[in-house]
């Protein structure tokens, strides 16, 4: 491969292999396909590790060397001019929802990895290294909290607790890296990171409504996931007198109403009930014990703070009106985000030089990037997707903005590459 300087002019406006990208992005969406066009690769489950280990190889197969940390986090390093130096790193995640989309996670992945390509393909020596990164179970469908493998890269979470996470069948994280060839000998986190850029699908409706290309995500919103536990008495449906009842179903009912209201009624905020486990779930037994979880979110932290007051004073006096126990705990509590400004920056001087519509943004949804936030510079690049529509088979994005988005990741990271 011969070596250009990488100040070469013509070398600046390198255009990634849209088309290639798109076949990946195809081809990756086999492992784990679902009956309605999406993808299904629950972390750690072995359709995970099929995931994985094509990233690997096509990552081997662009001359990256590959390492996996203890939370089973893979970073795929491409060298630098000087290899002392701290990476650049690109990255997001391959695990998706239960009825996931193609594009949610494995878009930022695969187009770090198109961004790799087209530095080989020209040759082009970045002065720092370049790393692509996939973190274990951003979604938090199979094991909470979500984002758990960047969260213990970042100091969020000890990696005792991350290991520990266990799904509905009591099977750890650890358990499940070990039982699937990803349990990693590197110590999570603690080296210096010159920048991380996250491409991923807006999962919203704004970019698309506006007929914008790019976003310039600024910062995200924050998050709060609660586990509640509603406790009655199992009793019979047809003998027990409606006013002698501990109907833990009616109350969590009620619950997930006020919840629901407490969304609605709160300017930019986002409330949601996605979990429900009844006992005993027998339609002629008055269920005892129902279980659900509360996802809640709003761009301010204060706001944020008393829709959590807000929303346990409701409970409990559901609760405590009809007689029922109460359990509400904390799952995950993650602050409002700022990116680093320079990165946003670097996104929308990309975005600007390559012609493409842009707006900022602040984003709706959680990512990798808001904990890599705290090691490392960070910003975003969103692009539309159809009808705003994620966390759902039939989400879709076209592959011009698919394109288009791993064009800016091409130039932020030769950019922040360059010492
Ligand atoms: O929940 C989220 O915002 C992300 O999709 N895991
Ligand atoms: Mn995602
Ligand atoms: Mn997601």
Same mark, same amino acid.
């Given at each position: 491969?011969?070596?250009?300087?990488?100040? %070469?002019?013509?070398?600046?406006?390198?255009? @990634?292999?849209?088309?290639?990208?798109?076949?990946?992005?195809?081809?990756?969406?086999?492992?784990?396909?679902?009956?309605?066009?999406?993808?299904?690769?629950?972390?750690?489950?072995?359709?995970?590790?099929?995931?994985?280990?094509?990233?690997?190889?096509?990552?081997?197969?662009?001359?990256?060397?590959?390492?996996?940390?203890?939370?089973?986090?893979?970073?795929?390093?491409?060298?630098?001019? !000087?290899?002392?130096?701290?990476?650049?790193?690109?990255?997001?995640?391959?695990?998706?929802?239960?009825?996931?989309?193609?594009?949610?996670?494995?878009?930022?992945?695969?187009? $770090?990895?198109?961004?790799?390509?087209?530095?080989?393909?020209?040759?082009?020596?970045?002065?720092?290294?370049?790393?692509?990164?996939?973190?274990?179970?951003?979604?938090?469908?199979?094991?909470?909290?979500?984002?758990?493998?960047?969260?213990?890269?970042?100091?969020?979470?000890?990696?005792?607790?991350?290991?520990?996470?266990? !799904?509905?069948?009591?099977?750890?994280?650890?358990?499940?890296?070990?039982?699937?060839?990803?349990?990693? !000998?590197?110590?999570?986190?603690?080296?210096?990171?010159?920048?991380?850029?996250?491409?991923?699908?807006?999962?919203?409706?704004?970019?698309?409504?506006?007929?914008?290309?790019?976003?310039?995500?600024?910062?995200?919103?924050?998050?709060?996931?609660?586990?509640?536990?509603?406790?009655?008495? %199992?009793?019979?449906?047809?003998?027990?007198?409606?006013?002698?009842?501990?109907?833990?179903?009616?109350?969590?009912?009620?619950?997930?109403?006020?919840?629901?209201?407490?969304?609605?009624?709160?300017?930019?905020?986002?409330?949601?009930?996605?979990?429900?486990?009844?006992?005993?779930?027998?339609?002629?037994?008055?269920? $005892?014990?129902?279980?659900?979880?509360?996802?809640?979110?709003?761009?301010?932290?204060?706001?944020? *703070?008393?829709?959590?007051?807000?929303?346990?004073?409701?409970?409990?006096?559901?609760?405590?009106?009809?007689?029922?126990?109460?359990?509400?705990?904390?799952?995950? %509590?993650?602050?409002?985000?700022?990116?680093?400004?320079?990165?946003?920056?670097?996104?929308?001087?990309?975005? *600007?030089?390559?012609?493409?519509?842009?707006?900022?943004?602040?984003?709706?949804?959680?990512? !990798?990037?808001?904990?890599?936030?705290?090691?490392?510079?960070?910003?975003?690049?969103?692009?539309?997707?159809?009808?705003?529509?994620?966390?759902?088979?039939?989400?879709?994005?076209?592959?011009?903005?698919?394109?288009?988005?791993?064009?800016?990741?091409?130039?932020?990271?030769?950019?922040?590459?360059? @010492?």
């Amino acid at each position: 491969m011969t070596v250009v300087k990488q100040k %070469d002019q013509h070398m600046r406006n390198l255009s @990634v292999d849209g088309a290639r990208l798109w076949d990946c992005l195809m081809e990756m969406a086999k492992i784990g396909a679902t009956p309605k066009g999406g993808s299904r690769r629950l972390a750690l489950s072995n359709l995970d590790r099929e995931g994985r280990d094509l990233f690997v190889r096509w990552c081997r197969e662009a001359g990256c060397a590959i390492r996996v940390d203890r939370m089973g986090n893979i970073f795929a390093r491409r060298p630098g001019r !000087d290899d002392g130096l701290p990476p650049v790193m690109m990255g997001s995640h391959l695990d998706t929802q239960p009825s996931g989309g193609r594009f949610d996670g494995v878009y930022g992945v695969l187009a $770090g990895l198109e961004v790799v390509r087209t530095l080989n393909d020209h040759g082009y020596e970045t002065d720092a290294p370049v790393e692509l990164s996939v973190w274990t179970n951003e979604e938090g469908a199979r094991f909470a909290p979500s984002m758990i493998g960047s969260g213990v890269f970042a100091g969020a979470y000890p990696l005792e607790k991350g290991l520990a996470c266990s !799904d509905t069948d009591g099977r750890t994280v650890g358990g499940e890296l070990q039982r699937i060839g990803y349990a990693g !000998d590197e110590e999570c986190g603690g080296r210096p990171i010159r920048a991380f850029f996250e491409a991923h699908i807006e999962q919203g409706p704004i970019l698309e409504a506006e007929d914008k290309t790019i976003g310039v995500v600024t910062g995200a919103q924050g998050l709060r996931w609660y586990d509640v536990t509603v406790g009655g008495t %199992d009793s019979h449906a047809g003998t027990t007198p409606m006013d002698r009842r501990r109907d833990a179903m009616a109350g969590a009912a009620g619950m997930v109403v006020a919840v629901e209201r407490i969304g609605r009624e709160t300017p930019a905020a986002v409330t949601t009930v996605g979990m429900m486990r009844v006992a005993p779930n027998s339609r002629n037994v008055i269920p $005892g014990e129902v279980f659900f979880t509360i996802d809640a979110r709003h761009p301010d932290a204060a706001a944020l *703070e008393t829709m959590d007051t807000t929303i346990r004073d409701v409970c409990a006096d559901i609760a405590g009106q009809a007689g029922l126990a109460l359990k509400i705990s904390d799952v995950t %509590d993650t602050a409002p985000v700022v990116f680093d400004a320079e990165c946003v920056a670097a996104v929308r001087r990309a975005a *600007e030089q390559a012609g493409y519509a842009h707006r900022d943004i602040v984003s709706g949804a959680g990512h !990798d990037a808001c904990f890599i936030n705290r090691v490392a510079p960070t910003a975003m690049i969103f692009v539309p997707c159809k009808d705003g529509v994620s966390h759902n088979e039939t989400e879709s994005a076209t592959p011009e903005d698919l394109t288009a988005g791993c064009n800016v990741l091409l130039r932020v990271v030769m950019d922040a590459a360059e @010492v």
